[in-house]
Nanobody
Framework: QLQLVESGGGLVQPGGSLKLSCAAS????????MNWVRQAPGKGLEWVSS????????NYADSVKGRFTISRDNAKNTLYLQMNYLKPEDTAVYYC?????RGRGTQVTVSS
């Protein structure tokens, strides 16, 4: 059974950093492209970043380019999102996603 469990969210001041993790199980993680998506209060789901199965190809939404870094450790079946220079508009629930399946998410709140 495919399972994705996000962690690492929290409250951070503008300009701060957080690193999200997503523990994957129930499928062959090392062969799967993965994504991070987010949903801000009152808004729809927004794609944030993607990474190919080997980790050598990444893509980012313009809103996070240069501030966020997606990575993965296939030996640990774990996906990461390093978020730097956080802004209040980054406040959202962050989900990792494989295909159409996503986890329960982790809350990121950027506020002073």
């Amino acid at each position: 059974q495919l399972q994705l469990v996000e962690s690492g969210g929290g409250l951070v001041q503008p300009g701060g950093s957080l690193k999200l993790s997503c523990a994957a199980s129930g499928f062959t993680f090392s062969t799967a492209a993965m994504n991070w998506v987010r949903q801000a209060p009152g808004k729809g789901l927004e794609w944030v970043s993607s990474i190919n199965s080997g980790g050598g190809s990444t893509n980012y939404a313009d809103s996070v380019k240069g501030r966020f870094t997606i990575s993965r450790d296939n030996a640990k079946n774990t996906l990461y999102l390093q978020m730097n220079y956080l802004k209040p508009e980054d406040t959202a629930v962050y989900y990792c996603r494989r295909g159409t399946t996503r986890g329960r998410g982790t809350q990121v709140t950027v506020s002073s």
